[in-house]
């Protein structure tokens, strides 16, 4: 499961096991619904996030939030979803596939990132998210810890993003 | 070779005895020691040879402006730098250098019979030289240029190098590390503030490295300096950092920077990188570069032994080398009188101090006469002798602007100081305003347009003392404008050297200046005579004297030469320096790697290459790929033996015979979800959308507004508010964008949204009669009969156990299914479709066979057989569109003259006399073959295959007039050979009722 | 590398985040069939490059998503400011207010 991708000196990187992901997208007035659905408050600032039990919600735009919950949990959240869907209209677009996520963590986790990230990394908040870049990738970047980090990004871009991860990860543990 | 080492002065390590080779001879400097300074110590001046006359040339400074001294350096495993400057490259154990641009030997130079040519390298000599006889060209002036051209040699082998880049944010960046810089550094590290400090050296302190004779607040420099260093190494908010040059300066304070780690370095360590590009974004930057001495342009200033007077006293009091036993000084600056003095002290004997001004500061006489120097005030120098190295100086005196009678003067090495420069290149990246100030004769910095502060000699001012107290002052501003507070120390300072000086164009001569070789730029071989020649031949602008005599345009850019170039251009001119102007400098501020540029992006991470979840299964199974957009898809799955030729039509007879397999995955998906989907899709397709039922797929035409194809795919309808759009391979993100475009900001009132499930899903084509035989057992809550699920509809259901959205479509005319699982799954269920299809022989098949099948179709791909110049009727598609729509994209411009204009091109099938004639995509049509050329053009062939089932070749072509040209002949003119002959058709040339798909 | 103020946002980003999105305020038209054909090239095509202020359309592609528009002056290069899409073109005197 937790399969580490490698665990060098002050960075390690592991690739996650699967979650149910879903992009949410809803009108801002019709929150209070998604988020009864959800069983999570939902946040409203872009970057915030909340996490109550095994469930997180992360606002990325406007009107659009990654929800994150156990496997197991898939079926009933897109069933709670359809049942609201007659009066708040949304879109719940299942993407548990669509991105595959890697841990960093370790006292140089921020400076790994930083070989790719062109955003000043102190700025996002311990428990919130930011969607960037990282190389020539898009990323979902979910910040666990002042030094821990996950990292989503779409399956067919995955290898090269893990490539210069590992390269650097080299790098830094060479003392470089 | 004569020892020039100096016991007990500089910072090298005088105990530990490194060595190189240089030319292949074994050379032993000094740990600590440059290229440049351990030649320097052994008594060698000539390190390179001149760019265009192979003129021997020696080391002129003790820095990354060095225009002379490049060598190159091989590290074995390919690893060769060419162009490296001798000034900045460290010694270690082993290293080997080779000195460039010489043939047979450094000493003895074929190509300096170029010297003796001289007359024809004049300025602008690359328009006027090779002009004739024409017949010349080929055989004799290309040759030779491609010859002479260029600075050392090329690399022939793969660099094996890594290179790093990182991303760095800081309150405050410091570049350059002088007394002014590191006195910024402490301020703003003291309050607290995030600092970088760089400098492009080995180690910190700039000028406190080459004056260890003054005292700072009671302590000598060198002592300072390393308390100062201690201090902000003990500061966990500073950071600094050696050996990195600051490269560029970019818009709102982005600085590139380029830190060589491993090129002083004997043993390479594992997965160290070579070089690192930082990218530095500064909410201050401090910019403490510092001045860059100005050489005199005299006939013969660049004999090997004539260097810069500042560089002689770097190479003295930090490397511990005398640059000459007999040194001679020749300078219209007080700070050339120092080197001689510290010179002096350390047993040169000075032969004299020859100094172009009638008065200067008697404290400096009373020194040098202390010290036994001869002084001659108000003389010029009009030659050099010597060839590899200098032996004598021809001074003559200049009273009331005439120039007395020359005398010679032994020497062994001759200081030069024509004044000094402020450093202000990263400064002009900005794009700030230069000042120009009359009074001193230099450029300063005026109007800012960055968050930047200029500190020290960069400024203008002169001394450590002004320096520090500036740095620190600038320090102390950065932290205002970023809202903290600081507090400037001030320093107090003895044995400071202030001085002043005046600038000079060519110094004044007894001889005939059109025979002069006083050089301006060293590096590019621009005389004196060749920039009065540019203007005498009109060029007025500074900027055209650069280009046409190429003055500033060598890797240098002009560091030492640019400042002289306008003082002699505006002489010439008759006009100030300021009304000439001066030419923009350029990141990167020193020569650049591509390796560092390239970073991490190399080898296999040259650029991003998608994947697909079956990529893995079709490698193992032999597949060749071929790229589309960033991915890599299957191309085709060759047998042993087989071509492609061969592969492509063993796998569309089996596709069309019985069953093919093929990986979609590529393929853009995208959600379009919510109340006002379908009103959306009407809106953005070409196809009416509102009666399409749910569980039914229709093709779908997307256009641009000019009204020309811009993408397409099937599209289904998988709930009424939910649409499951596919897009091309390459169109995926350009069409989401599109998309999302319209909705935000044309249609915000439209409660619909999209989102990207390309990844989401893995996609299996299955195609042939034999699909759903195959399909059906592993179908579990669906009914895929041809009766319960007809052609161009879907359905969700499980495949082998997975969540699946199957597709019944067809690319290929044959009975298809498209499956759609979370990606995950996508490898297991082709294998176990793989397994279970050997009963039915199924085939893998890539791409190529793809487009084959679907050309027998005349099914069109979006970017091959169209070009962002194709309507709908252009490509035979009018029955894609919704005619009864009063609105979609495009839908205004198809009305648009050009667009309803007669004979525009129009998508076509070609089929060619002879059969087995197959077409090569992109050729050129006529209609007249016998035509004079250039003849007219009136199309060209898109698509061109050989068709396994039907036997011969088919094309697509778009064509004038093409659809009313049914049966008519064309002709494809050949490079060799006859025309060939073909005629027009339609594009359905395999089953074109459609009946293959009614397999029961 | 600019600086970009993502208005949705509210924070400023590097320009990597951002895609650039041609010129702003060019309103498709309600019913473009009742468009001349000079009038409908003129929609297409003609655009103002302007040297100087100029009002353009950008998207934060790699963050929220989202197109706005800016004001940006071709000659430094320099966002003048940023504003949502849908909402009006700043007037010169309230962004001097502004600051």
């Not at chain 2, 020859?354 to 030659?383: C, K, M, Y």
């Not at chain 2, 400064?427 to 230099?442: I, N, Y």
């Not at chain 2, 400098?585 to 290459?609: D, I, L, M, N, S």
């Not at chain 2, 979006?862 to 919704?882: H, K, S, Y």
Request: glycine content about 10%.
């Amino acid at each position: 499961m937790n399969a580490h991708v490698s665990s060098l000196g002050d960075a390690a990187l592991s690739l996650l096991p699967p979650v149910a992901r879903f992009n949410l997208r809803i009108a801002p007035a019709d929150l209070a619904a998604a988020a009864k659905a959800f069983g999570v408050d939902l946040p409203t600032r872009i970057g915030q996030g909340v996490h109550q039990g095994a469930r997180s919600a992360w606002c990325l735009g406007p009107d659009e939030w990654l929800l994150h919950a156990p496997e197991a949990e898939q079926a009933a959240i897109v069933a709670a979803f359809d049942a609201i869907r007659p009066s708040a209209a949304h879109s719940l677009t299942v993407i548990s596939d669509r991105e595959v996520t890697y841990g960093l963590s370790g006292a140089r986790a921020t400076e790994l990132l930083t070989t790719g990230c062109p955003i000043d990394l102190r700025r996002i908040a311990v428990g919130d998210a930011k969607r960037t870049v990282f190389d020539s990738a898009q990323v979902v970047l979910l910040r666990d810890g002042s030094q821990d980090w996950r990292l989503e990004v779409w399956r067919s871009f995955a290898p090269h993003v893990e490539a210069l991860l590992t390269t650097a990860q080299h790098e830094l543990a060479a003392g470089f | 070779m004569t020892d020039y080492r100096v016991a007990g002065r500089g910072r090298v390590d005088h105990g530990k005895p490194v060595k190189f080779t240089f030319d292949g001879k074994t050379v032993t400097g000094r740990a600590g020691d440059t290229v440049a300074s351990a030649l320097l110590a052994n008594g060698q001046h000539l390190m390179g040879r001149g760019f265009k006359y192979h003129r021997p040339r020696g080391v002129v400074t003790a820095g990354s402006e060095e225009p002379n001294a490049l060598v190159g350096i091989t590290r074995g495993n390919g690893r060769f730098e060419p162009n490296t400057r001798a000034t900045m490259q460290e010694i270690y154990s082993g290293l080997t250098a080779e000195s460039q641009n010489k043939w047979p030997s450094l000493a003895f130079d074929v190509g300096a019979i170029n010297d003796r040519l001289y007359m024809m390298f004049s300025a602008g000599f690359y328009y006027k030289t090779f002009m004739w006889p024409r017949s010349f060209w080929d055989s004799v002036y290309e040759p030779f240029i491609r010859k002479a051209a260029g600075l050392g040699k090329a690399p022939t082998e793969v660099d094996p190098d890594q290179y790093a880049s990182r991303f760095l944010h800081c309150d405050v960046l410091v570049v350059g590390s002088g007394p002014s810089g590191l006195a910024a550094a402490l301020t703003a590290g003291r309050a607290g503030a995030d600092v970088v400090i760089v400098d492009e050296h080995s180690e910190m302190g700039g000028t406190l490295l080459s004056e260890p004779q003054a005292v700072i607040d009671g302590l000598p420099a060198w002592e300072w300096l390393a308390g100062a260093v201690a201090e902000l190494d003990a500061m966990s908010n500073v950071r600094r950092m050696t050996r990195t040059t600051a490269i560029g300066y970019y818009h709102q304070n982005m600085i590139g920077m380029v830190e060589r780690i491993t090129d002083h370095l004997a043993m390479l360590p594992e997965n160290a990188p070579r070089e690192r590009m930082w990218r530095v974004r500064a909410g201050e930057v401090v910019l403490a570069q510092g001045a860059i001495e100005r050489p005199l342009v005299f006939h013969g200033n660049d004999t090997p032994g004539v260097m810069l007077s500042g560089a002689a006293q770097t190479f003295l009091n930090r490397f511990g080398v005398l640059v000459g036993k007999r040194p001679a000084v020749l300078t219209s600056h007080d700070s050339a009188w120092h080197s001689a003095f510290d010179m002096a002290e350390a047993g040169a004997k000075v032969a004299a101090i020859i100094d172009t001004r009638d008065v200067v500061d008697a404290a400096l006489h009373d020194r040098a006469a202390s010290l036994g120097i001869e002084v001659l005030t108000g003389h010029t120098a009009t030659a050099t002798r010597g060839r590899l190295r200098i032996t004598s100086v021809r001074v003559n005196p200049v009273r009331s602007g005439t120039v007395g009678a020359g005398r010679w003067i032994d020497c062994d090495a001759l200081l030069a100081c024509g004044g000094w420069t402020p450093s202000l290149h990263l400064f002009s990246h900005t794009k700030g305003s230069l000042h120009w100030d009359a009074e001193a004769q230099v450029y300063l910095p005026g109007r800012k347009s960055e968050a930047v502060q200029i500190a020290g000699a960069g400024r203008g001012l002169w001394g450590i003392g002004a320096a520090l107290d500036d740095g620190a002052t600038a320090g102390a501003a950065a932290l205002r404008s970023l809202g903290k507070s600081a507090s400037a120390p001030s320093y107090k300072v003895s044995g400071d050297r202030i001085g002043t000086g005046v600038f000079h164009k060519e110094l004044p001569t007894d001889r005939s200046p059109g025979r002069a070789k006083a050089f301006v730029d060293f590096q590019n071989d621009v005389t004196a005579k060749d920039l009065r020649l540019a203007v005498r031949e009109g060029m007025k602008s500074i900027e055209h004297v650069k280009r046409y005599t190429t003055n500033g345009m060598a890797t240098d850019q002009g560091k030492l030469s640019n400042m002289n170039g306008l003082t002699i251009a505006a002489d010439a001119l008759g006009k100030e320096a300021p009304q000439v102007g001066l030419t923009t400098f350029r990141p990167p501020y020193t020569p650049t790697t591509f390796g560092a540029f390239c970073g991490y992006h190399k080898g296999a991470q040259f650029e991003v290459t998608r994947k697909t979840p079956i990529d893995g299964w079709a490698e193992t199974h032999g597949a060749v790929f071929e790229p589309v957009a960033l991915w890599r898809r299957a191309w085709y799955f060759p047998k042993s033996g087989e071509d492609m030729h061969k592969a492509v039509a063993r796998e569309c007879k089996a596709t069309r015979q019985s069953l093919g397999i093929f990986d979609a995955s590529t393929l853009g998906k995208i959600e379009v979800s919510g109340p006002d989907a379908v009103e959306f899709m009407n809106r953005m397709y070409t196809n009416p959308w509102t009666k399409l039922g749910v569980g039914r797929c229709r093709y779908g035409l997307l256009l641009g507004e000019d009204g020309f194809i811009r993408d397409d795919g099937v599209i289904g309808r998988m709930r009424e508010d939910l649409f499951h759009v596919t897009t091309t391979t390459g169109g995926a993100a350009r069409v989401l964008n599109m998309m999302e475009d319209y909705l935000q900001t044309e249609w915000p009132d439209l409660k619909v949204w999209l989102t990207s499930t390309t990844e989401e899903w893995a996609t299996i084509a299955l195609n042939g009669p034999n699909a759903r035989k195959l399909l059906a057992p592993f179908v579990e809550g669906a009914d895929i009969s041809a009766e319960a699920m007809p052609h161009m509809s879907v359905v969700e259901c499980t495949v082998a156990g997975f969540p699946s959205r199957l597709f019944r479509i067809s690319f290929t005319g044959e009975l298809g299914f498209e499956i759609n699982v979370p990606a995950r799954h996508g490898r297991a269920l082709w294998e176990k479709l793989w397994e279970a299809g050997r009963q039915y022989d199924i085939c893998p098949y890539g791409t190529e066979t793809m487009h084959v099948l679907r050309a027998e179709k005349g099914f069109i791909i979006v970017g091959q057989d169209t070009d962002g110049t194709i309507t709908p009727q252009d490509a035979g598609l009018d029955w894609a569109i919704g005619k009864a729509k009063p609105d979609f994209v495009g839908k205004r411009s198809l009305a648009r003259p050009d667009l309803v204009a007669p004979n525009r091109k129009q998508l076509v099938g070609l089929l060619t006399e002879d059969p087995k004639t197959v077409l090569i995509e992109g050729a050129q049509i006529v209609d007249d073959p016998n035509q004079p050329k250039p003849m007219k053009m009136i199309g060209h062939v898109t698509s061109s295959y050989w068709s396994e089932a039907l036997g011969r070749s088919v094309a697509m072509a778009v064509i004038e007039g093409g659809h009313g040209r049914m049966n008519g002949t064309i002709h494809v003119p050949q490079a060799e050979g006859k025309p060939i002959r073909a005629t027009v058709t339609t594009t359905q040339f395999y089953d074109p009722k459609g009946e293959r798909l009614l397999v029961e | 590398m600019l600086l970009i103020h993502c208005p949705y946002c509210e924070d400023t980003l590097p320009e990597l985040e951002f895609a650039y999105a041609g010129e702003a305020h060019i309103v498709r038209p309600q019913d473009p069939s009742a468009l001349s054909d000079e009038e409908w090239r003129d929609f297409l095509f003609i655009r103002t490059n302007v040297k100087g202020v100029h009002a353009e359309r950008w998207r934060h592609v790699n963050g929220c998503g989202r197109f706005f528009n800016a004001l940006r002056d071709t000659v430094s290069d320099r966002f003048v400011t940023t504003y949502k899409a849908g909402e009006a073109r700043p007037e010169p005197e309230t962004l001097e207010a502004a600051e």
